[in-house]
């Protein structure tokens, strides 16, 4: 498969009063054609600001894409004009958060904002629009097009807003979707409809999906490759399979182990003690040493570098490298 | 961009750990950060200290009338001037200074006492005190405020109430109609602060209502209070002002900025003696701009809303 | 059996809606609607449900930070709910509540020894002068140290907040303890501590839990019993093991298998319920579920299913079981 898009060296860095904090940490990673990528971690390791970096909509001045570079087919995101990136916006790569009623106009129908971009980057007239509206809407597994077309943002449930939020990504058919946490904020039953909309759409027009989560079941549900970050670095990435059944960053290990699954129930839970270091505090030690159960003393020294430590399986930990030794 | 080298970043971060800071000591760092509001603070603390001090080095301090010398233009003796009645202008201005100043302060202290528990009494207890209290301010916001200050200095006109006690009068005008404004805002801030989940918790660990009043809730509203204080004076200051100017607030020989640029209003003065009527307008605006600067800046840094993710 | 520590009778909590000018209430939000449970002393009960379930307005209404609408809530054989204010105040010390946001649930203004000691000041629980020993050895328990002692709640990370809102509540040495999603707003290796932070203390202290969470895993690994809410409705109740391992109500079934397991490609029968929760406002007639159960029939438009026992202490309310 062809790779659809390429991060190389990505960082991006923001301003505090108390300093710099290095959100995205010189990070690369690639997404093929037709895939599903998932970048997994907790709050405030930077899973979102790669997102936001590749869409070009981090906040200035306060965040900055420092270097790197990210390729898409021939060109490179941060170099080209904001005109050429709108473009791309629209039509290439789309997103969707986490909160879908604070990305719709509260006083535009349903119908009308589908309609939109349709208009915009498609070059449809109006009816051709609203006939490919329903379409979306019916696509997205709801019924009663016509009248959800009508309605307004408000008359709607989470559910149904996220889901047209992927009517209206998927609109003009790109070839990247970002979905930053879009179930986060639904309840389980409907996150599995939501879950499952987007499976769909996937398969029907065969473009790549790059899923923001801190959920590891929908990691395992959804994705063919996953990516997990931590405090701004990829501390491990590998195909799904894989990465699941043969864990070998500690701290993938940690989490997979911290999570209760049903039908698996132990006395105890396990838990990784401590908790994630302040953004300010980083030093040239290993990020997740404080933390780690296996930690020798090397990580207290130096970061480890991301490398191969089974095939197609890559991990930035000391306890894979033979430089560990020397 | 600039990025601080890796060897200066550790020590402000343990630096910041050490300092235990209160959300009042980060509110007065970011504030100190904004050069305007410091600018706006710094005129007003100048403005206090020569009127209130300033007038006891003047020897014009007397206010006595010597109508040889009247109408004299600014000159070494009598920097801005001298009046209708031959008194130095410089020396009244800053007089007035002094009355205008405390009648702003007065009237805020006042309107604030009264919107403040009134606001709190409402807010916290609602039920019928609350509609009685509220519906009392709402009536008092459908008036326009300068109408009724008119109609009041025109009462007090009347009924001739002697100079000395109208200066009093005037602060009380004012904190009547300056109270709804504080006491509906008091009271929405702590509508939302009695749904906050601490309030709650407060509940269920069985605290007396003295305790959630004085120790949770009163501290979350005051940031607010000092806000719309400040806001306030300016407000007292420019009516005061247009009480006086109309000949309906404070008179003279009682010297305010507002009964002070009176003089404007005849065409002579005007035209030809711009020394009486400039510096006393010169001082409310400068004066009142300076107080909604900071103002504005003690907003920005204590506003409820931007502290909320906190 | 002993006396239960927690009894809750026809439990109905229904907020009134108002609208237009006069500000008249034309309708309710059946948020708590007939529910009935009891927890034993030690146990953990757990309340699952989705939004508009009312799981959270149950442990409010119990707590009396709402005011029932009608039913009996019996803490220690007493009735909680008819009980004047002062003695209301009294029992508070025994009755605590641990909440989800651990942001909005601390004062921003108070230094953390000030919070956590403050109740034990008014209950008369303990003396100035030893209040900071009491108040140090709570913290410690909950995982803190005394360099936390007078800081105020911005300097905390969310795990950090959870576990001062924790020692809050049992600083005051409570039998019962109503948690409210305390681990929802965690990232997930800080909800693993919680968790078992939440286990440690139910050994240590003897305590009693009524644990209310959306997640049904969260909730196998720490409760005795569970109950599963719909709508303002109990469902379902039966013990840990006999719920997961013979689930009967079709919603149950649904919630389960919604789950997703972080087991990639794992092939499982996967029941995707078709549209949304109903509104509390406006609930759909007979059984509550009918409208989204794939097994509904014409019966369970009409008739509301009865909550009945079917099994060894497992309750249902379903027409087909």
Known sequence: MNSLIEINNLSTYFESGAGTVKAVDDISFRIREGETVCIVGESGCGKSITAMSIMGLVDEPHGKV??????????????ISKEEMRRIRGNDISIIFQEPMSSLNPVITIGRQIMEPLMLHQKLNKKQAYARALELIELVGISRAEQIAASYPHQLSGGMLQRIMIAIAISCGPKLLIAD??????????????????????????????????????????????????????????DVEELFERPKHPYTRGLLKSKPIIGQRAEQLYSIPGQVPSPLELTESCYFHDRCESCIPICRIRQPKLSEVAAGHLAACWLYEEEAEA | MSIPTTAGRPEKAIRALDVSDSLWRQSIRQLRKNKLAVAGFAFIAFMFLICFIGPLFSPYADGKINPANMHQPPSAKHWLGTDLLGRDVLTRLLQAGRISLTVGLASMALS?????????????????????????????????????????????????????????????????IGWPGVARLVRSQMLTLREREYMQAADVLGLSDKRKLFRHLLPN?????????????????????????????????????????????????????????????????????????????????????????? | MSEALLEVRRLKKYFPINAGLLNRTVGYVKAVDDISFTIQPGETFGLVGESGSGKSTVGRTILRLHEKTSGDVLFKGIPFHGLPKTEVRKLRPKMQLIFQDPYSSLNPRIRIGDAIGESLLEHGLAEKDELRDVVLDVLEACGLSSYHYSRFPHEFSGGQRQRLGIARALVLNPDFIIADEPVSALDVSIQAQIINLFQKLQHTRGLTYLFISHDLSVVEHLCNRIGVMYLGSMMEMASRDELFSRPLHPYTKALLSAIPVPVPRLKRERIVLKGDIPSPANPPSGCKFHTRCPLATAQCKELVPEFRLVGDDHYVACHLV
């Not at chain 2, 209290?133 to 007090?156: C, E, H, Q, S, Y």
């Open chain 2, 112 to 176: 604030m006492t009264i919107g403040t528990v009134l606001g709190i009494v409402s807010g916290y207890y609602r039920g019928v005190v609350d509609q009685i209290i509220m519906r009392v301010a709402d009536l008092l916001f459908t008036i326009p405020g300068l109408p009724i200050l008119f109609i009041m200095g025109a009462l007090m006109s009347d009924w001739k109430i002697p100079t000395d006690y109208r200066l009093y009068l005037v602060m009380l005008m004012l904190s009547i």
């Open chain 1, 66 to 79: 420092v270097g790197g570079q990210i390729r898409f087919g021939d060109k490179d995101l941060l170099k």
């Open chain 1, 181 to 238: 946490e879009p179930t986060t904020a639904l309840d389980v039953t409907i996150q599995a409809q939501v879950l499952e909309t987007l499976r769909q759409s996937k398969e029907q027009s065969n473009m790549s999906i790059m899923l923001i989560t801190h959920d590891l079941g929908v990691v395992a549900e959804m994705a063919d490759y996953v990516i997990v970050m931590y405090a701004g670095k990829i501390v491990e990435e590998g």
């Open chain 2, 221 to 310: 509203v005051f940031p607010l209070l000092i806000v719309i204080a400040t806001l306030s004076i300016g407000g007292a200051i420019l009516s005061e002002s247009a009480l006086s100017f109309f000949g309906l607030g404070v008179m003279p020989p009682t010297p305010t900025w507002g009964n002070m640029i009176d003089a404007a209003n005849n065409v002579i003065d005007f035209e030809k003696r711009p020394w009486l009527w400039i510096p006393p307008g010169l001082a409310i605006f400068l004066t009142v701009i300076a107080i909604n600067i900071f103002g504005d800046g003690l907003r920005d840094v204590l506003d409820p809303k931007q502290n909320t993710s906190r």
